[in-house]
């Protein structure tokens, strides 16, 4: 195995001088230092926020808010809020339009932190635990008999839409999961603020689940329920364990700790499912207005996962993965038989001094149970990266190779992949129901050709 090579301290001084620099973000420079309506705006627009219009209901919601206005948020045209003025101003929160260069240098910085934090713990990865821990509080509560539930997309807002049997056909209640182990006399950090559920998390049932892990199996220990920002006793959400004093979660807690607590954590979530808006699944998974502040790579994925789901052919149906950052992106389910799909959205590359390009590429990670996925579906969009107008379908093995591992997958808009004894070939995007019916016949080698 290649090592790669480690960062001079003149790029390590780079990144932490980007970090530094951009912590802070540029704003229009303003006369005086008295804090006015005007100035909040100029500063926020400056910042890429689109605000409501209305004066009167911004200054409105400023006052309801009894602080300073360097300590207030501004409402947004869609619903929502902004982080606080003071947040942004002093680099501890990124404004919308933070340039690409700066989040992949901030990202950098952050994840070797936290690399060495949890190394430093003894901690392993964190960010799977949503779905084991959720399934087992199905299992505990009886909820399985009685709540339906499909996962979404990863890299959405959403973790899983929710069905109880009295709520209107079709519909569902967006749901962000949250889950933190136990620690002797600490707290657990659940990673929510007051100001995700304003913004991001608005409209969404929060499940929070503690746990611990014993001879390998996960069992539910404390479980906390959110429908509203107002819920949140400050600011975060890191309660403690075992509180000594005033407990602050009081509120919330259900210690999940006999067959009375079983059937109270049951209750609560059916009736919280109730309290907030409910959207068809199309739009829990797809929406933009439910899936708020996603990368821009996100954004393009849904376009295929949604154009996939929608064109299938009706002997097939499509479910999300549960288990995220992982290889395959959902299962094709036909007659008791299923596929594990990996969607991947091509880029162009390698750009031609008339201005265009010859050839197409796409990321091929550290592909995390590459064996579970059977095909490679590469969807091509149109120019403005909205419009599905094309297919490729691979055999996962010819992508999940040690030899890719890292590596951009790459291929000329002829077919060619340069040391890959075959051709890729793009179809159109009316032939999908096509493709699958071969998916499912496994036939066509390394690739489906029709």
């Not at 609560?268 to 739009?283: C, W, Y």
């Not at 992508?399 to 890959?420: I, L, P």
Request: aromatic fraction near 8%; include cysteine.
């Amino acid at each position: 195995m290649t090592k790669a090579p480690r960062k001079t301290a003149e790029q390590l001084r780079e990144q932490k001088r980007l970090c530094e620099k951009e912590k802070k973000p540029a704003m229009q420079s303003q006369k005086g230092k008295h804090l006015t309506l005007v100035k909040m705006k100029v500063a926020y627009k400056s910042w890429g926020f689109k605000l409501d219009p209305d004066d009167d209901k911004q200054r409105e919601y400023i006052k309801s808010q009894g602080k300073a206005m360097s300590q207030c948020k501004m409402l947004l045209a869609d619903g929502t809020v902004t982080p606080l003025y003071h947040s942004i101003r002093t680099g501890n929160t990124k404004p919308p339009n933070t340039s690409l260069k700066v989040i992949k240098a901030r990202k950098e910085a952050g994840n070797a932190k936290k690399r060495a934090t949890m190394i430093a713990r003894g901690l392993g990865q964190r960010n799977h635990y949503e779905e084991e821990t959720f399934e087992a509080l199905l299992d505990v509560t009886g909820l399985r008999d009685v709540l339906e539930y499909h996962w979404v997309p990863d890299g959405d807002n959403v973790d899983v839409a929710l069905k109880r049997e009295n709520m209107a056909a079709g519909t569902y209640c967006a749901s962000q999961l949250k889950a933190s182990d136990t620690t002797e006399g600490g707290r657990f950090n659940f990673h929510v603020s007051k100001t995700d559920m304003e913004t991001k998390y608005k409209g969404q049932l929060i499940i929070a689940i503690g746990f611990k892990r014993v001879n390998g199996k996960i069992t539910v220990t404390q479980v906390f329920v959110l429908s509203s920002p107002d819920d949140l006793p400050g600011n975060s959400f890191c309660p403690m364990v075992d509180p000594k004093r005033d407990d602050g979660c009081a509120h919330l807690r259900i210690r999940m700790d006999g067959i009375e607590p079983y059937k109270v954590c049951k209750q609560t979530i059916l009736e919280g499912v109730l309290k907030v808006p409910h959207h068809t699944l199309d739009d829990t998974c797809f929406s933009l207005e439910v899936n708020r502040n996603l990368a821009e790579s996100t954004k393009t994925e849904l376009i295929g996962f949604q154009y996939i789901k929608n064109a299938l052919p009706a002997s097939t149906t499509m479910t999300m993965a549960s288990d995220k950052n992982k290889t395959v992106d959902f299962k094709l389910h036909r007659a008791g038989a299923a596929l594990g799909i990996s969607a991947k959205t091509a880029s162009l590359h390698h750009k031609k001094a008339d201005g265009s390009y010859s050839g197409f590429f796409f990321g091929v990670k550290a592909a995390p149970d590459s064996h579970k996925c059977d095909w490679v579906l590469v969807v091509y969009l149109d120019a403005t990266r909205k419009i599905v107008e094309g297919f490729s379908a691979i055999k996962s093995s010819a992508v999940y190779t040690e030899a890719n591992k890292g590596k951009n997958f790459r291929w000329n808009k002829s077919g060619q992949n340069k040391g890959v004894d075959y051709v890729l070939k793009k179809h159109k995007a009316s032939d999908l129901p096509r493709l699958v019916d071969l998916m499912f016949e496994q036939r066509g080698g390394q690739q489906i050709t029709l």
